[in-house]
């Protein structure tokens, strides 16, 4: 029906989450209305991402560096590793300033297609750091859904076994059960945290 460039981009922006057929359709008749420059924007932009931004060697955060700025920081306590599903958690922390520790990333949670997914999951990947590093204890600061207990509970067994010494905390109950992480004020996010246990 639509001419191959256009299908092609319609079929691209389906890929993103929460975007459907409809919703492409909208995001690229809204691009080819807008004009040259604010595609070439948009362009500009991704080719940037594509060129500078990498995967953190540490902590498996995106970054235009690897190691990160915060892994590289050395007025962060490396001893403590709070473990996040995404990217994104590492600003909501960060912004409210109760974590002067290090990260790692999962890149996701674990649900019922988990063995399809494990290797795009970052747990091979912390559990080295607990076998390498000198670890003393991981903050499971994990959404307080089902696939973040389930990832959590996955984990806290995994570190044991690796490392029975190590202190494995979870967030305090301030934050309702099947709530995101991300849309957490930041007195409830601050209270989970000191509160861990």
Same mark, same amino acid.
């Given at each position: 029906?639509?001419?191959?460039?256009?299908?092609?981009?319609?079929?691209?922006?389906?890929?993103?989450?929460?975007?459907?057929?409809?919703?492409?359709?909208?995001?690229? $008749?809204?691009? %080819?209305?807008?004009?040259?420059?604010?595609?070439?924007?948009?362009?500009?932009? %991704?080719?940037?991402?594509?060129?500078?931004?990498?995967?953190?060697?540490?902590?498996?955060? $995106?970054?235009?560096?690897?190691?990160?700025? =915060?892994?590289?920081?050395? @007025?962060?306590?490396?001893?403590? =590793?709070?473990?996040?599903?995404?990217?994104?958690?590492?600003?909501?922390?960060? @912004?409210?300033?109760?974590?002067?520790?290090?990260?790692? =990333? %999962?890149?996701?949670?674990?649900?019922?297609?988990?063995?399809?997914?494990?290797?795009? =999951? @970052?747990?091979?990947?912390?559990? @080295?750091?607990?076998?390498?590093?000198?670890?003393?204890?991981?903050?499971?600061?994990?959404?307080?859904?089902?696939?973040?207990?389930?990832?959590?509970?996955?984990?806290?067994?995994?570190?044991?076994?690796?490392?029975?010494?190590?202190?494995?905390?979870?967030?305090?109950?301030?934050?309702?059960?099947?709530?995101?992480?991300?849309?957490?004020?930041?007195?409830?996010?601050?209270?989970? $945290?000191?509160?861990?246990?």
């Amino acid at each position: 029906m639509y001419d191959e460039p256009i299908y092609n981009l319609i079929r691209a922006f389906k890929k993103l989450p929460t975007v459907g057929a409809r919703t492409a359709e909208r995001f690229v $008749f809204h691009l %080819l209305r807008s004009g040259k420059k604010d595609v070439a924007e948009m362009t500009l932009a %991704l080719k940037q991402v594509i060129e500078h931004i990498k995967s953190c060697e540490t902590c498996c955060n $995106f970054s235009s560096t690897s190691p990160c700025n =915060i892994c590289t920081n050395p @007025k962060r306590d490396r001893t403590k =590793i709070c473990v996040v599903a995404q990217p994104q958690d590492v600003v909501v922390i960060e @912004k409210v300033g109760i974590h002067n520790g290090v990260y790692h =990333i %999962l890149r996701g949670t674990i649900s019922q297609d988990f063995e399809d997914k494990r290797n795009s =999951i @970052k747990i091979d990947d912390l559990c @080295k750091r607990i076998t390498e590093e000198e670890v003393t204890e991981i903050i499971l600061a994990l959404s307080p859904d089902l696939p973040g207990e389930t990832t959590m509970m996955f984990l806290e067994k995994a570190c044991k076994k690796i490392r029975p010494d190590i202190a494995v905390t979870k967030l305090a109950r301030g934050l309702p059960m099947g709530s995101d992480l991300q849309y957490t004020d930041d007195m409830t996010l601050e209270s989970a $945290f000191t509160n861990r246990r």
